[in-house]
């Protein structure tokens, strides 16, 4: 099954055996005041006279208690900002729950929470059902395997739910609450994959055609400014195509996986009315196209250690502040290709091209140990920012820390912090942001 530098690939299992990187899954995300890839959404028009008028749904803004549930749910279990994945031949039922804030800044908190259940053969020896829910938000998708051909598949989704397409604006290290909004909506899907191909025999190969409609509403939230335009609601029509070496398992810490992926998609909005405030109006672009691609690995290094590295570039033609690039956050399951930068938020860059350096090693905290380990991560950056959205140096490092405690072979805890070298941060540099994840396999 599916998803998108929107969100993707990957397998995993539900013990700590070594999992499977011969299984091809997906990365599924959920982001609170979930930051996709296509952030979209709808509200009333405002009432100040001399100001545009908003293209949105005319849902009003939330006030009250009911403001403070939906801010607790927007910045912390938003919705799933679904990962289109590969078939899966694995039974999974995982729970993933992870937050992030910041410890120097004024920043958000930023998290998701969502329960992965995949069921191959189901029903039938060819279906394959993938399912992820969030306290706001449901996606699945059915592949019907060996069909047209035996080394073809196709498969069906649906989805939909609160705050998938919310946006959070950033300017120069510094978070723009008035001019971030929340987006709700729905999608649907149908895929084309070609599979059952193996390089040397074992590395597996499935390329992927993707076409995916999708509706956004925008609301604003209870910090968007009376005089801040919202984006029109719009349909979405997208196409992706793509093809995948190899995959990572979904979970929080896998101990191996080898993945080489490139991917093209191309994105068409039908309303693009400017939004944002009259004195600074943020133009939208029909056509958006983005390709980028991930080569990278985790190997097992003397049986208690652990090895990680990825590569990721990407590069966006026409693109705006709803299709650019993002990066930022330590956060592994907000995207399909989460493109991690630890120390800034979530989000925070805005990238017309990069490339992204992702390593880190992990081991036990005492010779022998399993239960108690460390990792230690590197990040480093290269951006082309996207016009309005320059921090002062184009190349971006990060660092981070992580404690992992396995309190069972099914329950994991992490506790990590990360520091951004070159988060600019109160006319200096230098970001803290601290996360926890929990990971329950069932």
Not at 174 to 193: I, K
Not at 281 to 306: C, D, F, I, M
Not at 319 to 343: I, N, Q
Request: net charge positive.
């Amino acid at each position: 099954m599916a998803a998108d530098a929107s969100k993707h690939s990957e397998g995993g299992c539900a013990s700590l055996r070594r999992p499977s990187w011969r299984s091809q899954l997906v990365r599924l995300s959920i982001s609170a005041g979930t930051r996709s890839a296509h952030p979209q959404a709808g509200t009333r028009p405002h009432k100040r006279p001399g100001l545009l008028a908003a293209n949105g749904s005319g849902l009003p803004p939330p006030k009250g208690k009911l403001a403070i549930a939906l801010l607790v749910l927007a910045a912390l279990f938003g919705a799933a900002g679904v990962a289109e994945a590969q078939i899966d031949p694995e039974r999974r039922a995982n729970l993933e729950v992870g937050v992030e804030g910041p410890l120097r800044g004024d920043g958000p908190v930023s998290g998701y929470a969502f329960f992965l259940w995949n069921r191959p053969h189901f029903l039938d020896e060819d279906l394959y059902l993938r399912v992820v829910s969030a306290p706001t938000y449901l996606t699945s998708e059915l592949v019907r395997d060996r069909w047209p051909t035996s080394r073809q598949a196709v498969g069906v989704g649906v989805g939909g739910g609160l705050f998938p397409y919310n946006f959070e604006e950033f300017r120069a290290g510094r978070h723009q609450e008035r001019e971030s909004f929340w987006g709700h909506g729905g999608e649907a899907a149908v895929s084309y994959y070609p599979r059952r191909l193996k390089v040397a025999g074992v590395l597996p190969v499935e390329g992927q055609l993707r076409l995916r409609p999708q509706y956004v509403v925008y609301q604003r939230s209870g910090d968007t400014d009376d005089g801040f335009r919202l984006p029109g609601d719009t349909a979405i029509y997208s196409g992706r195509m793509g093809v995948r070496f190899g995959g990572v398992p979904p979970e929080l810490l896998p101990d191996v996986a080898l993945e080489l992926s490139l991917w093209h998609e191309a994105s068409y909005r039908q309303v693009t009315d400017p939004y944002g405030f009259p004195e600074r109006p943020q133009a939208l672009e029909h056509w958006s196209q983005r390709s980028w691609g991930r080569l990278g690995g985790v190997a097992t290094v003397a049986k208690t250690q652990t090895a990680r590295m990825f590569v990721t570039a990407g590069a966006t033609t026409d693109a705006d502040t709803l299709s650019a690039f993002r990066l930022g956050s330590a956060l592994p399951f907000r995207s399909e290709f989460p493109l991690v930068l630890h120390g800034y938020y979530p989000d925070e860059v805005f990238a017309r091209r990069f490339w992204l350096v992702n390593a880190s090693y992990g081991f036990p905290v005492w010779p022998g140990g399993e239960r108690l380990k460390l990792r230690v991560s590197a990040d480093y950056a290269r951006i082309d920012y996207l016009p309005g959205h320059k921090l002062a140096r184009k190349t971006l490092r990060g660092v981070g820390a992580d404690l992992t405690v396995t309190l069972t072979p099914k329950v994991t805890l992490l506790l990590g912090y990360g520091y951004g070298l070159d988060a600019p941060r109160g006319g200096e540099f230098g970001g803290h942001e601290a996360n926890a994840f929990v990971e329950i396999k069932f």
